[in-house]
């Protein structure tokens, strides 16, 4: 089957918009939003908010669209779409799920401080995240094997696929220069802890990525990007608990994570063409992701229980251009945090 490489107008993706900044700011929106300088900011229920029409000045968004519930910011290079009520956030038509709903008060239309810090600003302005473009070496985590199969299905073991999916991918990386090491490189029992254990005994800069395929009921299709939960943000799927307040090891490379699944997840959507499911870039607290010392984010690339989505991974076809979707990505990643901009903001 051929996956097109063409971008579309639905892909014209965040991950192509990443390499390029939107422009260069005087002031940093986590540092605005920290010290709430330069944001009119709103409180509901205890939590702060910033408008729209702020979030337009600052990134240089030219047209602001208000129709009912929807607003839909534009410029040249992007176009944000929101709506009151709800999580999600389309930047060129790929989905990210925010921490908070977007809400309204009044006239007003507010996102909250914690996703304009932790997900629309890494996006926006990668460049300005520190230290991140430093790295050569590429930590490959296969999920499941050995005693654990991961999903199965007619046609086999998510444990192999992850890894055949993972070998496709160090090659690729290899031929550009990158060192890459494997959390396992055979049908291999591995805890938890023990891939977050190797991932962490790298003691240069790198980036880790988790390879899965999903199961859940026979309609679920499509792929889906996980990052660490902020400090105060819960498990995607379910409700806060007491220890989602603290930092884990993981939340050190908070924007890092953002900006790296969204490289990843725009250049798979690019690679497998339009007729791919969007799942959407997400937040959660896999242990994976939680525990290791580098920029970190998981991988969902389909479905094992979908009857047409296992047909895909299991040809060498899909595989192939999943693997050299992850390429892209971290080719478009490092280019674009380590472009710096003339004048660093203030943290």
Not at 5 to 29: D, E, H, K, Q, V
Not at 103 to 112: M, P, T
Not at 258 to 271: D, F, S, W
């Amino acid at each position: 089957m051929e996956f097109s490489s063409r971008i579309t107008s639905r892909f014209l993706t965040i991950a192509a918009a990443i390499a390029t900044t939107i422009g260069f700011f005087t002031a940093a929106p986590q540092a605005a939003a920290q010290s709430g300088q330069g944001w009119d900011v709103t409180k509901i229920d205890g939590r702060e908010y910033v408008s729209v029409e702020g979030i337009k000045r600052f990134y240089g968004f030219t047209k602001l669209t208000r129709t009912g519930n929807r607003v839909v910011l534009e410029n040249s290079k992007l176009e944000m779409k929101l709506g009151v009520g709800s999580y999600e956030c389309l930047m060129n038509n790929v989905k990210f799920v925010f921490s908070n709903k977007v809400e309204a008060s009044g006239n007003k239309v507010l996102v909250s401080r914690m996703d304009l810090a932790k997900l629309i600003d890494p996006v926006l302005r990668p460049n300005f995240i520190p230290k991140a473009g430093n790295f050569r070496t590429v930590i490959l985590d296969a999920g499941h094997g050995g005693k654990d199969p991961g999903a199965t299905n007619p046609y086999g073991t998510e444990a192999n696929y992850n890894l055949k999916l993972a070998g496709r991918v160090k090659g690729l990386l290899e031929q550009r220069g990158f060192r890459v090491i494997m959390t396992r490189s055979s049908d291999q029992y591995l805890s938890l802890q023990q891939r977050v254990d190797l991932a962490n005994k790298i003691t240069e800069e790198a980036i880790f990525i988790s390879i899965h395929f999903n199961s859940g009921g026979r309609a679920a299709r499509g792929i889906e990007t996980f990052t660490l939960s902020p400090p105060g943000v819960a498990h995607y799927g379910r409700g806060l608990v007491s220890g989602d307040a603290l930092a884990r090891a993981g939340n050190e490379h908070d924007s890092a994570n953002i900006a790296l699944a969204t490289a990843v997840h725009g250049c798979l959507l690019q690679k497998l063409g339009t007729n791919t499911f969007d799942r959407g870039i997400k937040r959660a607290r896999f242990s994976v992701l939680s525990g290791v010392r580098h920029p970190a984010i998981l991988m969902e690339g389909g479905f094992m229980s979908h009857a047409y989505e296992a047909r895909l991974i299991h040809s060498e076809a899909y595989q192939n251009a999943l693997a050299s979707g992850v390429r892209d990505a971290i080719l478009k990643y490092r280019a674009a945090v380590t472009r710096k901009p003339a004048t660093q903001p203030q943290r």
